[in-house]
């Protein structure tokens, strides 16, 4: 199975912060990754998929990036409905892995 | 706009199959191009992969669930099920339905808890 990890486990950061989340595949797969949001009591939203496509009605400050092993979320600026817990998935092979998970919290 | 609904019992007993259905709505069962997946998070831990099925019947397993797990899929009522056998309270959780177009999953169910207890 391909690992996933993410980095950090959790973040503290103010409204307006950038803010970059890393996923690291213990294999290369190519630009088979998306993200996901999840806030409390919901369901994961997907935000990226392709490693760096923003799913349609995502807003612009998300932005993914990587190929290979490394990839990283970004948020360009924190909003108030921004934290939660990240989480990183591989679609390459089954199963399809997901990572731990980074919770962004508010400072 | 699609929809994905669990439904099944919310507590099963030790050693007993958890069986829960998912009712897909406003997409096409059919397409080739989804696969139909199951997805589980433990109270207040990350999400995990638990198998999918695509529209013709094939089948991908999470290994870790050491061969517990049967997915199926009736076109006919658009739904798609789970079945995991020989429960435990290891098996307690939120069990997630979601639509899989290979690159990622972009359409979710609400969730169903399942608490194994007797």
């Known amino acids: 199975d391909i690992q996933m990890t993410q980095s950090p486990s959790s973040v503290s950061a103010s409204v307006g912060d950038r803010v970059t989340l890393t996923c690291r595949a213990s294999q290369g797969i190519s630009r088979w990754l998306a993200w996901y949001q999840q806030r409390p009591g919901k369901a994961p939203r997907l935000l990226i998929f392709a490693a760096s496509t923003l799913q349609s009605g995502v807003p612009s400050r998300f932005s993914g990036s990587g190929s290979g092993t490394d990839f990283t979320l970004t948020i360009s600026s924190l909003q108030p409905e921004d934290f939660a817990t990240y989480y990183c998935q591989q679609g390459i092979s089954f199963p399809h892995t997901f990572g731990q998970g980074t919770k962004v919290e508010i400072k | 706009q699609v929809q994905l609904q669990e439904s099944g019992p919310g507590l099963v007993k030790p050693s007993q199959t958890l069986s829960l259905t998912c009712t897909v709505s406003?997409?096409?069962?059919?397409?080739?191009?989804?696969?139909w997946n199951w997805v589980r998070q433990h109270p207040g831990k990350g999400l995990e992969w638990i198998g999918c099925?695509?529209?013709?019947?094939?089948?991908y397993y999470n290994p870790s669930l050491q061969g517990r797990v049967t997915i199926s899929i009736d076109t006919s009522k658009n739904q798609f099920s789970l079945r995991l056998s020989s429960v435990s309270a290891a098996d307690t959780a939120l069990y997630y339905c979601?639509?899989?177009?290979?690159?990622?999953?972009?359409?979710w169910g609400q969730g169903t808890l399942v608490t194994v207890a007797s």
């Open positions: 099925i695509s529209h013709s019947g094939t089948t």
């Open positions: 979601a639509r899989n177009y290979g690159s990622g999953s972009d359409f």
């Open positions: 406003g997409a096409s069962f059919s397409s080739g191009s989804y696969y």
